[in-house]
């Protein structure tokens, strides 16, 4: 460091500073919310009086049971497991019960609980309802790829009206776990590499699930995993996670912070350790960190049987001490396993656990029920003609189809081949997904039904009438090496005037357990696009998949290539809209693609190096094939006159603006990217980080100036001895449509 131009401005300890991304408006946020729960349900002391009243009429047994948690034995999520049975129901054993859905199905369960225990205190229902609940919606990863908070929020939010309308009080999301590694499965569901644009994202679809919050048409979001479930060794699902602090508290903690300031109910602690102690054991995590530093309100639910998996990570030697360990760590919830319902009581009676410590997890579990209003009206999710009402109705199936639109990147258009031109009479489909119903709903289809799910076949027919000859044939499978079918593919091939296909992976090769060594497409795929090449006629590829693929090969079999993820019940009408034209592509690249395995990691925002040309390997260079925050559209956008102020004060913000001119031939819409980088700092810091993003509409042959707001508290970073700084000094402002290429130039911050 430069101690001449640099001196830390803003020091402050780990325990006292307002944690990064922490502002005045989302504090008043939590304030606001606040006041709308006690508006809508008298006033705080009558809420305290009422729970403290019935905390002293419940035996212990009775509030061991409102923390726990069973699954319902239609939809496992997990490995087998307890599930919810009659005899736990009758003894008041149960708080609260997962992934059952349907009015009829949970009123049956509310109706066994209210008539048969002691104390009729209402179960609480949760879901995973990630990307939707009987409409899908694009894949989070897809959906990261329009850089659209706004569209992010309203899909959250008709999710949330779906599944309250269904009987569901909770859902299993937003995941805000970064990801920097492609070989993970968990990629999918998730923002992407980037901690900035995470946050953003963790704060529209926390507000965007909880949008009528405590009321009977919305849902109470979860902040998963927490913490750093997305970082395991080898990109392995459930390995261990070993991250310096820095990293830590920069790159994967602000995502859970920013779903508290966007007032998250809940969070569910991961299955990994961070750093040698389990998260599911971790005091540090959920009562430190999490309760003491942040101010969270809620109460925390550990993952499937995670509490009875601490034994198998040997931390513990048996299930009692398991219990004690995520009791005491502050873990109010025990989801499926059963460990708190059987050996809390002795572990109290032994002295491991006070009575103290589990009332206050009881009370944090009653004080949602109680918001809820369960407990003046148990049924009130429970509406049968609401449900046939709310449940994929036209607005929604209007919006997934916007949001599948929106989710798509367009990764190559070689000579403009698409959109596609009014002169195409004769279509050649193929592809094992090209008229799958199941596997566009993804890895998270919660109750969707592929009878729902248009297909791309069907899209297109939809699109294109009588006019257009279309022959499908799937060409191959994704598993087995059978080529059977690749003559026939060829040959209808060469009989059309653009062969369309449709390959990638199975919705479940990425979700939970699903990690990947090699990233290509699966089964003979690549060959099949090879031998549709050879054909002479272009080659449009549409890649559904789940993470970042190693493409080289595919590029090169490819005329054009969109990819377009899960898109879910709308996909095919979304992908006709592409392909005709009907809409101009705009989705940019969430996580990076490499060329090989070998690059991972391969995130966009790696640290400086002191031989910084020598980055490479002796048989590939470092780049990757397509940069995180890529993407093209069918227009062209040129960017001209960067413009900032030549310095800025710490406390304050800077307009960035720069004009972008569409000199295509459509209106489009772009995502404008900023990025910064730290020319001396203290310590060794990222060659770039995005630090701001607009997405603009620019109708063809228009320039607009595009600001971009830059928040000076967005420029420190934490040193070895965990204190925040934001060092005056130098910084490479850099603008431009994806992390590399960029024109830059140079602020002081003073
Ligand atoms: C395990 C997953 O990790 C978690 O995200 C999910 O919510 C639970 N299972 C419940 O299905």
């Given at each position: 460091m430069n101690l001449n131009i640099k001196t830390n401005i803003l020091i402050v300890s780990l325990l006292l500073i307002p944690f990064k991304g922490v502002s005045a408006i989302s504090i008043s946020n939590i304030k606001a919310n606040n006041k709308t729960i006690n508006k809508s349900?008298?006033?705080?002391?009558?809420?305290?009086?009422?729970?403290?009243?019935?905390?002293?009429?419940?035996t212990l047994e009775e509030k061991i049971g409102q923390l726990s948690q069973y699954v319902g034995k239609e939809l496992l999520t997990g490995p087998l497991s307890k599930t919810l049975s009659d005899s736990l129901l009758e003894r008041g054993m149960i708080g609260s019960v997962l992934n059952i859905g349907g009015v009829e199905k949970i009123k049956r369960v509310q109706e066994l609980n209210m008539k048969h225990s002691r104390l009729k205190i209402p179960i609480l229902f949760g879901f995973d309802v990630i990307h939707g609940f009987k409409t899908i919606f694009p894949v989070p990863l897809a959906e990261a790829s329009s850089w659209d908070l706004d569209l992010m929020r309203r899909t959250a939010k008709a999710a949330s009206i779906e599944a309250s309308a269904s009987g569901i009080h909770w859902t299993f999301a937003p995941m805000v776990d970064i990801a920097?590694?492609?070989?993970?499965?968990?990629?999918?569901?998730?923002?992407?590499?980037?901690?900035?644009?995470?946050?953003?994202?963790?704060?529209?679809?926390?507000?965007?699930?909880?949008?009528?919050?405590?009321?009977?048409?919305?849902?109470?979001a979860c902040a998963k995993h927490f913490a750093v479930y997305g970082a395991p060794q080898g990109g392995v699902d459930y390995a261990p996670v070993d991250v310096s602090n820095t990293t830590l508290f920069e790159t994967y903690l602000p995502p859970y912070k920013a779903c508290i300031d966007a007032g998250v109910q809940t969070f569910m602690s991961a299955f990994n350790d961070v750093n040698g102690m389990p998260a599911t054991g971790s005091k540090f995590l959920l009562t430190d960190l999490l309760r003491k530093q942040w101010g969270f309100k809620g109460f925390v639910v550990s993952d499937w049987a995670a509490v009875a998996q601490l034994k198998n990570q040997g931390v513990v030697a048996n299930e009692e001490d398991a219990g004690t360990l995520a009791l005491n760590a502050g873990l109010d919830m025990n989801m499926t396993d059963g460990v708190y319902n059987a050996h809390l009581a002795e572990a109290i009676k032994k002295g491991k656990v006070s009575i103290e410590t589990v009332d206050e997890s009881v009370r944090r579990i009653l004080r949602v029920k109680y918001r809820l209003g369960l407990f003046k009206d148990p049924y009130r999710f429970l509406d049968l003609k609401r449900e046939k009402q709310e449940i994929r109705n036209d607005s929604i199936m209007k919006l997934a189809r916007e949001a599948a639109c929106k989710s798509v990147v367009l990764l190559k258009n070689d000579k403009d081949i698409l959109p596609l031109s009014k002169r195409i009479k004769r279509?050649?489909?193929?592809?094992?997904?090209?008229?799958?119903?199941?596997?566009l709903m993804g890895s998270w289809k919660a109750r969707g039904e592929k009878e729902d799910v248009v297909t791309v076949l069907q899209g297109i027919k939809n699109k294109s009438g009588n006019g257009i000859d279309i022959k499908y044939i799937r060409g191959c499978d994704w598993t087995d090496s059978s080529k059977a079918e690749f003559s026939e593919a060829v040959k209808i091939a060469k009989e059309s005037d653009v062969v369309i296909a449709v390959v990638g992976e199975k919705a479940l090769m990425s979700g939970e357990d699903r990690s990947?060594?090699?990233?290509?497409?699966?089964?003979?795929?690549?060959?099949?696009?090879?031998?549709?090449k050879k054909s002479g006629k272009p080659v449009i590829t549409v890649l559904m998949n789940g993470r970042p693929l190693t493409l080289a090969n595919v590029v090169k079999s490819s005329d054009a290539l969109l990819e377009t993820w899960f898109l879910g019940t709308q996909a095919g009408n979304a992908i006709a809209d592409i392909l005709f034209g009907d809409y101009n592509p705009s989705g940019k690249l969430t996580v990076s693609f490499p060329y090989a395995e070998g690059q991972i990691p391969n995130y966009y925002n790696y640290k400086r190096s002191g031989r910084p040309t020598y980055l490479k390997y002796i048989d590939l260079k470092k780049d990757n094939l397509f940069p995180f925050g890529f993407g093209l559209s069918y227009t062209k956008f040129t960017y001209s006159n960067l413009q900032c102020p030549p310095s800025f004060d710490s406390q304050g913000k800077a307009i960035v603006s720069i004009d972008v001119t569409n000199n295509g031939n459509y209106d489009g819409e772009e995502t404008v990217q900023l990025y910064v980088a730290d020319k001396v700092a203290s310590m060794v810091r990222p060659v770039k980080e995005l630090k701001g993003f607009k997405k603009v509409f620019i109708p063809k042959g228009k320039t607009i100036k595009v600001d971009i707001e830059l928040n000076s508290q967005e420029l420190g970073f934490w040193t070895n001895d965990m204190k925040y700084v934001v060092e005056p000094g130098e910084f490479n402002i850099m603008v431009g449509p994806n992390s590399e290429q960029l024109t830059t130039q140079t602020i002081i911050l003073k």
């Open positions: 349900h008298k006033s705080e002391k009558s809420e305290s009086d009422f729970i403290n009243e019935l905390l002293r009429k419940m920097r590694d492609p070989r993970w499965g968990r990629i999918v569901e998730g923002a992407g590499e980037d901690t900035y644009l995470g946050c953003k994202i963790a704060d529209a679809r926390v507000r965007g699930f909880q949008w009528n919050l405590w009321q009977p048409n919305s849902v109470m279509i050649a489909l193929i592809g094992p997904l090209a008229n799958d119903q199941n596997e990947r060594a090699y990233l290509n497409l699966p089964g003979v795929q690549e060959e099949l696009l090879e031998e549709l």
